[in-house]
């Protein structure tokens, strides 16, 4: 009972379809964000390194396509990691030159 009420996360409460477009939302916000502080000069131009983590975002979002089987979904996760942790690196060492 007490896990029901208190573990009720933001994709639980949206339902499989609006975690997905969320999911597609944050996604594009990270890399439209990143080109505008590139594009006001806020960050260096080296932080458009991040723009080569694009494949493993475009391939997390393809896992949680629709229709997609659940050992897709499941795998998703494995590359929601890869893409957070290469995104993070890159951007990092491009602010970093």
Known sequence: MFAAIF?????IVLGRA???HLLSVI??????????LI???IVPWTAGAALLALPPAI???????HGAERMDE???MKWAAWHHWVFGLLFVFGISL
């Open 74 to 76: 499941i795998i998703g």
């Open 18 to 20: 609006g975690a997905v």
């Open 59 to 65: 391939r997390l979002r393809w896992c949680f396509r």
């Open 7 to 11: 573990r009720r996360t933001l994709a």
């Open 27 to 36: 996604l594009t916000l990270a890399y439209l964000s990143m080109i505008s």
């Open 39 to 41: 594009a006001f000069h």
